[in-house]
Structure formats: C-alpha cells, structure tokens
C-alpha cells in the first residue's frame, strides 16, 4: 500500500468498543493504576442521563461492546441502570472491576440488568502482599468472594492479573488460581509504564531472567489448559523488540470516555499537551469519531515519521503507543521507543539498566495529598 495521505487512510469502520470510564473513585491504591495523575473528582462525574443518550448514541453508531470500567465502577450506583440500557441496545457489556464492593445485592441486580461479563483483577495470590499493593485490608479475601459469586451466577469470568517485579514470581500460583476459580480467561498483562506506573517504574520493572521464566510459564499453561481456559499474555515492552499496537490502533477500534466526558482515543491521552478533548456533553459521539481533531490526528498511517513510514509493520502495530512516545521522548508523533528500529530504542535499555537492585518505595494513587479520596 502508498503511503500517501489519501491512499493510506484506513475505510473508517464503526469503534467496535466503548470504553466507559465511569469514575475515578477506587477503594484500592494500586501505584499502577492506568488513570491519569491527575484524577477526576465525584463532583464533576457526568450524570445519569448523559450516560444513557451516550449509550444510545453508542448503539446507533454501531459499537458492539461497552466496557463499563473506572476507578471502580460499581462506585456508581446507576450502574446496573446503565448495563440495562446498554442490554436493550444489544450491546455486549463487561464490567471490569476490583471486585471488593461485589456483594450478592450487586450481582442479583447487574444480572437482572443483563449483564455478560466481568472481568476481576487482583494483585496477586498472597494475601498479604495483594492488599499491600492495593493500599486495602482485606481485599484480596472479599476478590476471592466475587469471584464465586460470579461463577456461581452463572457468568463467565476473566482473571486479571497485573505482574511486576514485586508478585511476579507467582504467576503459576496465579494461573492455578484462576483454573480453581473456574474463569475461561486469564490475563497476565505486565504494566504498562504511563502515569502512576511510570512514576512507579523502578518499583515495578521485572529483571529479564524473571519476564525469561514467566514466558515460559505461561506457554506450558497455554498447552495445559488448551480448551479450558484462554490465557492473555501481555510483555512490558522495556524487553521488546517490537512495539504493542496499541489500543488496536489510534482512534480505529475504541472509543474512551473519561469520568467527567471527555472523549479520547486512549486512556492516557490526557497526558499528550496541544490536544482539546471534546466533551461527549457538547457533541455527539458519531461526529467525535468521524471528524474530531485529536481522532484524525494519528489515524491510519499518513502522519508516521521514519522508520515506520516505510516499514512493513505499520499496518499491524500503527507505530506503537503515542503516550508512551511522548512520556519517553517528548514528542508523541516520534516511533514508539519500544520498537528496535526507533532512533529513541536505547531510552528503554537505559531504564533497565537505572533500576536498583531492590525496589523503591511505591507512590500510591491518590487524588491529593490533602484529599486522598477525592
Ligand atoms: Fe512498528 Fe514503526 Fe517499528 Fe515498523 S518502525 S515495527 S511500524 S514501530
Ligand atoms: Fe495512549 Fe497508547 S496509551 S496511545
């Protein structure tokens, strides 16, 4: 294919998910959190009915799924509402959640709403050090207590699992974990360094002997569970060759919704300077996805700088992640540092080589040192 302007814009489908950042209020701490540093506050959440045209809009332009996720979104108590109306609209709906507030009222009323999925992250399989890198007492025993209730509703269920330096050596305990829970999906998705994870960065990053032995771990499950249980596997891509495509893509596949409206074509885009993001408030959701400014602006392939402009990948990967292009260079239209053939490849070498020996103290999520909560 050219990689001229007009020749290399992709026909532009309808997003296939909607992303649904309902709140960024949490129980949990976690100092990977993928919300922005800075976090929206309770007060200037959209309301109710602004969610219910956005879930109409949603349908009418074509998404299939919506991903209703936060912060903790059963901290919105419209929610079974919502998971209803995106029911209706024949709209497959996933919550994805810490599971601590799950309790048996919660589950009856998102399965009366219609409910498909959920998918529950922990920290790890001990105890004691899940509810230390959540910042929460006793989570990890009341996860365990969602995860049967939504088994035993009925639901599939995803096993999340956020691995790093610091629980990463029991990730066959997690994938045992995930079998006795009876989930059919497992993730093993390593951090991913923006915001409060890059702010954590030496506190999190694994050794390559430690994501050596993982890998191999999680091909002898693969093998094991053949037919019972799909495992998802993410790398950090400080030990990559070649970047993730991230988000399938800017602004090709998802749409994200931060708490207060804010359209966005990833979960950190805030985090990019010289962007206006609409609000889904002001304009509807089928002209943010057709014509907004910060969707265009690294749509398809024409905006690519060398290498990827003449690679043969940039149709697979779209040059990696914007966010973490800018947190890592300064300039999110320069190829991913992830990617070997970047000239900016050696930023991720360098990192490995800074972290210490033993890991640093985290820096929870919190909203402000005076208001932790928000
Ligand atoms: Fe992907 Fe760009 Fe690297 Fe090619 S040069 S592999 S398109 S990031
Ligand atoms: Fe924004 Fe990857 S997180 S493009």
């Not at 922005?36 to 998404?63: N, Q």
């Not at 749409?255 to 300077?273: D, F």
Request: net charge negative.
């Amino acid at each position: 294919m050219s990689a001229s302007t007009s020749e290399s814009a992709p026909p532009l489908a309808p997003p296939m998910g909607l992303i649904a950042e309902m709140t960024h209020r949490c129980p949990l701490r976690c100092p990977y959190c993928s919300n922005p540093v800075a976090l929206d506050r309770a007060g200037d959440e959209l309301d109710t009915d602004t969610w219910l045209r956005v879930l109409d809009e949603a349908a009418a332009l074509g998404v299939l799924q919506m991903h209703f996720t936060g912060g903790e979104p059963l901290a919105r108590r419209d929610l079974p509402l919502l998971v209803r109306r995106a029911a209706d609209a024949q709209l497959y709906t996933n919550i994805i959640t810490s599971g601590v507030t799950l309790d048996e009222r919660m589950m009856a009323r998102l399965i009366e709403a219609g409910i498909d999925h959920i998918q529950l992250s922990f920290q790890d399989v001990e105890a004691a050090n899940a509810d230390r890198i959540g910042g929460l007492a006793g989570a990890h025993g009341r996860k365990l207590a969602a995860a049967q209730r939504i088994r035993e509703a009925g639901l599939p269920l995803t096993a999340n699992f956020v691995i790093h330096r610091q629980n990463i050596a029991r990730v066959p305990a997690m994938l045992e974990l995930a079998e006795a829970l009876g989930a059919s999906r497992s993730e093993i998705a390593h951090v991913q360094y923006y915001g409060w994870g890059l702010r954590n960065r030496d506190a999190l990053l694994p050794s390559r002997a430690e994501l050596d032995a993982t890998t191999a771990t999680v091909e002898a499950a693969r093998a094991r569970l053949k037919g019972r249980m799909v495992i998802d596997y993410v790398v950090p891509d400080y030990y990559a060759a070649r970047p993730k495509a991230c988000m399938s893509g800017w602004a090709q596949r998802f749409i994200h919704i931060s708490p207060t409206g804010r359209a966005l074509p990833c979960h950190a885009a805030e985090s990019l300077p010289g962007f206006t993001f609409v609000s889904v408030r002001d304009v509807p959701l089928a002209d943010i996805w057709r014509a907004d400014p910060a969707f265009l602006r690294f749509r398809g392939t024409a905006w690519m700088p060398e290498p990827c402009q003449s690679c043969d990948r940039r149709e697979i990967d779209w040059g990696g992640c914007r966010c973490q292009a800018f947190a890592l260079t300064g300039d999110a239209a320069r190829t991913d540092p992830a990617c070997a053939l970047s000239p900016d490849h050696a930023v991720m070498a360098a990192a490995v080589a800074a972290r210490g020996e033993a890991p640093p103290d985290f820096v929870y999520r919190q909203f402000s040192a005076a208001d932790p909560v928000g």
